[in-house]
C-alpha cells in the first residue's frame, strides 16, 4: 500500500434532499428527519425528498427506462461527479472506475397482484404463468431490475466509460465496494473510482423480504441505539450516496479540492454468534487510527441486539459515547448505508467538526465493517 | 530467482492450482471435456416448468440435484459448491473447511420468486396485493424465505462451508460477471492482499420468469426443434442465444505461495482487461471500441502482443449482433491474421450460462491449453459471409495452444477479457 486515498466528490440523495449542507444540519440536529408514516403503514420509512431529476438525468428517455432505486443512484452518482470537478471532464469519466453496491429492481405490484389472485384458481397454474407473464410483463422492465444497470445508466447518462462492477449483498456490498476502492487506489491499481450504491425505501416488495426475517421496524421509531429489543428493526429510507475517491496525486495533479482523507477500511463476516460482532469489529479497529475527539458515525440498521454488540466494540476505543446514526437522520439504506455513512462523516470532517471520524457498518443479516476518515 | 515469480510489470504471478466444472453437459472437468471435444450438446426441451406459450422451450439446464422443488438460489448454490469442491479438492490447498485465501463469487440476481409469493397469498381468500403478502409475512412463519433471498446468501454458504477468509464478495457484470470474479481474485493477489483466491461463478436461474423476460427482450433462439441445434454461433441463420445453467471454480494462487507448497501448476491468469460502454443498455457502440479496448488492455496487462495468442474463446453468444460486434473486434485488435486465428465458442454446446459464462469459459480454456485440443463451435452450417474466421466448425481440432483470450461481454456496457498461458511470461 502506498498512495493515500482522498474524497474529491460527495453525492447525496435522501429524505433532506440533495443538498449535503441540509444533511450536516441534521447530523448536528439542528434539523428533523422527514419520515413518512402512513403510505406503508405500519412500517415507516424516510421518502425521497422533492428532486428534480432533469437537472442530473436531462433525457426523459432515460428517466422512462429507469426505476427509481436507478433514478436515484445516477442521480447522486451525478453530484458526486459535480462536486468532484469532473462532470464535463470527458477524458477522466473514460478512465473513471465505478464501483456500484446494487440490490434488484423493484417488480411491478400491480401484475404481481392481479397473477397471485389469478393463480388461486387457475386450471393449470403453470399456463396461466407464462401467459400472464408473457402478456402482462413490461420488456424494459427487466433492464430496470438487473443489479448491474445501475451502474450501466451512470455510464449512459453521465459518460463515464470506464469500466464499472456491482457488488451485491445488502449491507456488506457497500462496505466491500468502499474497501475494495480503497485498496486499489492505494495499492496503485486505479488512479480515481466513483463508488456508491441507491436504495429506494419506498416499495411493498422490498420490505416483504425484510418483513420475512422480522428485521423491520413497526410504528414509531426510536433512537437507533437506545432501540429495545421486541420494539426494534429497521426504518428504511431512500438513499442514494456515492463518492469520487482518487489518489492524493491524482487530485493534486488535477488540483482538485480534497473533502476527506479516506485512511483505512475493513470488513469481515462473521458467523452470527453472541459476542461475534464485537469480536469482529474490536479485531478489526487494530488497523485503525481512532482519535479520542473523534467523530462516530455508525450505518446501523437499528436491531438492538447487533447495536448493542457495535456499540460495546466501540467503548473500548471511545468510552461512554453514542455513534451518529445516520439511520434516524436519512433512514437506513441497505446497500447504500455504508456509502452514505463515509460520504456524511467527509461532508462533516470538511465542515470543520472534527479532525477525523471513524465510521461503522453492521448489516442486518451479515457482514461487518469500519472505515476511518481524517480532515484534509 | 525472485523475478520469476513476478510478471513484465513486477507484480506477483497469479497461478491456477484448482479448477471444477458443472454444466448441461455434466459434472467434472473430465466428463465436461470428453462432451464438449466431440461436439455434444447439453441444450434440451425444458421439464422443469410447463413451457406451453412459451416461443422458447429449451435450455442448457443442470437438472436431477433436487428431488424436491427449489429456488434458483439454491440451485445456484449448490452448482457452486459442486465446482468449487473439485477446484479445492484439486488445489490440495489448506484443510477441509479453512481455505486460506478470499472468495470472489459471481451470482445471479435474486428474488422472492413464484412458489414462495403463492405460499405467502394462500394465507387469504380475497384479490391478492402486496399488503396481503406483507400481512402474511408478519407472521414471522416463513423466515427461511428472508436468508434464501437475501444477495449475500449464496456466496456466505460457501463461505461458510469452505472456510474462506475475509468478507466475501458476491458480484454481477452480467453476462461477464464469471469474468470480473477471477479478475478480482487476481487483483487481490496482486495486491499482496491474499495469498490464494477461489474465484466462482454460478448461474441456476432457469424458471419461468426468467425465460420470459429475455424472450420480451427477442435475445433467445427460437429454434427449439431440434434443441441441440439452437444455439449457431457466427453462422448466419444465428437467431438468438439458448439459455443455459452451470458453475466453475478456479483456485488461484501466488506463484510464490504454488511454488513453496510443490503444488501442480495447472497454468497461468496472465492479464485482465475491462472497458465500460455508455453507448446503450443492451447494444455495444457500433465501433466496437470497448470490446476492443478491454482485448487490449487485457493483452497489455499480460505484457504481450496479439500475435502471442493462439486461440480465441469467444463470447460468441449466438445473437446476431454479439457475434458480428465480436468479430469485427477481434478483427480490430488481431489484424489480417484474425482470419486463420482459430476462434471457437463453448455456448455452442452448453448454452449462455449468464453469470457463470465467464468462469466456465475460463476452465475451458485452460482445458484447451492443457489438452491440445480446440473445442469446435458446433450447428456451424451457414457461414455468415460477414465474420470471415476459422470458428473450428464442428470438429474439435488438435494445435498446440500456449495462450488464450477468452472475452465475455454483458448487458450495462460491460467487456472483460482474460488472458490465460500455461507460463509466465
Known amino acids: 500500500m502506498t498512495n493515500t486515498v482522498v474524497i474529491t466528490g460527495i453525492g447525496l440523495l435522501s429524505s433532506l434532499g440533495e443538498d449535503i449542507a441540509a444533511h450536516v444540519d441534521a447530523a448536528r440536529g439542528q434539523r428533523g428527519a422527514v419520515i413518512d408514516r402512513e403510505t406503508f403503514a405500519p412500517y415507516p420509512v424516510h421518502p425521497l425528498g422533492a428532486v428534480e431529476l432533469d437537472r442530473q438525468i436531462p433525457k426523459k428517455s432515460d428517466q422512462r427506462q429507469m426505476e427509481p432505486w ?81 451502474a450501466g445508466n451512470i455510464s449512459i447518462v453521465h459518460g463515464v466509460t470506464g469500466p464499472s462492477r456491482t457488488f451485491m449483498g445488502e449491507e456488506q456490498a457497500g462496505v466491500d465496494a468502499v474497501r475494495v476502492a480503497h485498496a486499489r487506489i492505494a495499492a496503485g491499481q486505479a488512479d480515481m473510482i466513483l463508488v456508491g450504491g441507491s436504495y429506494n425505501a419506498e416499495r411493498r416488495d422490498m420490505l416483504l423480504l425484510f418483513e420475512l426475517g422480522g428485521a423491520l421496524l413497526k410504528g414509531v421509531p426510536t433512537p437507533t441505539f437506545r432501540r429495545l429489543p421486541g420494539q426494534d428493526g429497521m426504518v428504511t429510507g431512500s438513499v442514494g450516496a456515492f463518492l469520487v475517491l482518487e489518489s492524493a496525486q491524482s487530485a493534486a495533479a488535477r ?117 476511518s476518515l481524517s480532515a484534509a | 530467482m525472485t523475478t520469476d515469480l513476478r510478471d513484465a510489470h513486477g507484480r506477483p504471478l497469479v497461478a491456477i492450482t484448482g479448477m471444477g466444472l458443472v454444466t448441461s453437459l455434466g459434472q467434472g472437468k473430465a466428463d465436461n471435456w470428453a462432451r464438449l471435444t466431440a461436439g455434444q450438446s447439453g441444450i434440451h426441451r425444458i421439464t422443469r416448468f410447463p413451457v406451453e406459450g412459451l416461443r422458447t422451450t429449451i435450455a442448457g439446464t443442470v437438472d436431477d440435484l433436487f428431488n424436491e422443488p427449489f429456488a434458483a438460489p439454491e440451485l445456484s448454490e449448490k452448482l457452486a459448491m459442486l465446482a468449487a469442491d473439485e477446484a479445492v479438492g484439486q488445489a490440495g490447498l489448506g484443510r477441509k473447511g479453512d481455505f486460506p485465501g478470499q ?134 441463420n444465428r437467431d438468438g442465444f439458448v439459455m443455459g445453467e452451470g458453475g466453475a471454480a478456479l483456485v488461484l494462487e501466488s506463484y510464490a505461495s504454488a511454488r ?55 463470447h460468441g453468444t449466438s445473437t446476431p449482433e454479439n457475434d458480428k460486434m465480436e468479430a469485427m473486434s477481434c478483427t480490430a485488435v488481431f489484424g489480417p491474421r484474425m482470419t486463420t486465428l482459430p476462434i471457437s465458442s463453448n455456448k455452442s454446446m452448453v448454452g449462455h450460462t449468464l453469470t ?50 477468452s472475452n465475455s461481454f454483458g448487458f450495462g456496457g460491460q467487456n472483460t477479457c482474460l488472458v490465460f498461458g500455461d507460463a509466465p511470461v
Open chain 1, 70 to 150: 436507478q433514478r436515484i443512484g445516477v442521480y447522486a452518482a451525478g453530484l458526486a461527479l459535480d462536486s468532484a470537478g469532473i462532470k464535463g471532464d470527458a477524458d477522466a469519466k473514460d478512465r473513471l472506475h465505478v464501483i456500484v453496491a446494487a440490490g434488484g429492481g423493484e417488480r411491478d405490484h400491480a401484475v404481481d397482484g392481479q397473477i397471485l389472485t389469478g393463480l388461486k384458481s387457475a386450471a393449470n397454474p403453470g399456463v396461466f404463468l407464462n401467459e400472464r407473464l408473457l402478456g402482462d410483463l413490461r420488456p424494459t422492465l427487466f433492464l430496470a431490475q438487473l443489479s448491474n444497470l445501475l
Open chain 2, 103 to 236: 472468495l470472489f463469487m459471481a451470482v445471479p440476481p435474486v428474488e422472492l420468486e413464484w412458489p414462495q409469493k403463492q405460499v405467502l397469498a394462500s394465507a387469504s381468500n380475497e384479490a391478492v396485493s402486496y399488503d396481503t403478502l406483507l400481512a402474511a409475512a408478519a407472521a414471522h412463519t416463513h423466515r427461511a424465505y428472508h436468508a434464501m433471498f437475501l444477495f449475500g446468501t449464496v456466496a456466505d454458504r460457501i463461505a461458510d462451508h469452505f472456510g474462506t477468509k475475509g468478507s466475501p464478495i458476491s458480484l454481477s457484470t452480467a453476462c461477464s460477471s464469471g469474468a470480473t470474479a477471477i479478475q478480482m481474485g487476481v487483483e487481490a493477489i496482486r495486491r499482496g492482499e491474499t495469498e490464494a483466491a477461489l474465484c466462482i461463478g454460478t448461474d441456476g436461474s432457469v424458471h419461468a420468469e426468467a425465460l420470459i423476460r429475455f424472450s420480451l427482450l427477442s435475445a433467445l433462439s427460437t429454434h427449439n426443434d431440434p434443441p441441440e441445434e439452437a444455439s449457431k454461433p457466427f453462422s448466419k
Open chain 2, 356 to 405: 457463470a459464462a465467464g468462469a466456465v469459459e475460463a476452465v475451458f480454456s485452460m482445458l484447451t491449453i492443457a489438452n491440445g485440443r480446440i473445442p469446435p463451435t458446433i450447428n456451424y452450417r451457414e457461414p455468415d459471409p460477414n465474420i470471415p474466421l476459422d470458428v473450428v466448425p464442428n470438429v474439435a481440432r488438435d494445435a498446440r495452444v500456449r495462450r488464450v483470450i
Open chain 1, 255 to 371: 488540483g482538485a479540492r480534497v473533502l476527506a482523507r479516506l485512511d483505512a477500511v475493513s470488513a469481515d463476516r462473521v458467523r452470527r454468534e453472541d459476542g461475534a460482532i464485537t469480536r469482529s469489529l474490536t479485531e478489526q479497529l487494530a488497523g485503525h487510527h481512532v482519535a479520542p475527539d473523534g467523530l462516530l458515525v455508525s450505518a446501523a440498521p437499528g436491531l438492538a441486539g447487533p447495536a448493542a454488540e457495535e456499540q460495546a466494540a466501540l467503548a473500548a476505543v471511545a468510552p461512554g459515547r453514542t455513534p451518529l446514526a445516520v439511520g434516524d437522520l436519512v433512514g437506513h439504506a441497505i446497500e447504500a448505508a455504508f456509502p452514505a455513512a463515509v460520504a456524511l462523516a467527509a461532508a462533516l470532517l470538511s465542515a470543520g467538526e472534527a479532525s477525523s471520524a471513524l465510521v461503522s457498518g453492521v448489516g442486518h443479516h451479515r457482514g461487518e465493517g469500519l472505515a
Open chain 2, 260 to 314: 513453496a507448497r510443490g503444488a501442480e501448476i495447472l497454468g497461468f491468469v496472465l492479464g485482465c482487461g475491462e472497458k465500460g460502454d455508455g453507448f446503450h443498455r443492451t447494444r455495444s457502440s457500433p465501433d466496437g471500441r470497448p470490446a476492443i479496448v478491454a482485448m487490449q488492455e487485457a493483452l497489455a496487462d499480460a505484457g504481450l502482443e496479439p500475435d502471442h495468442i493462439d486461440y480465441v474463446n469467444a
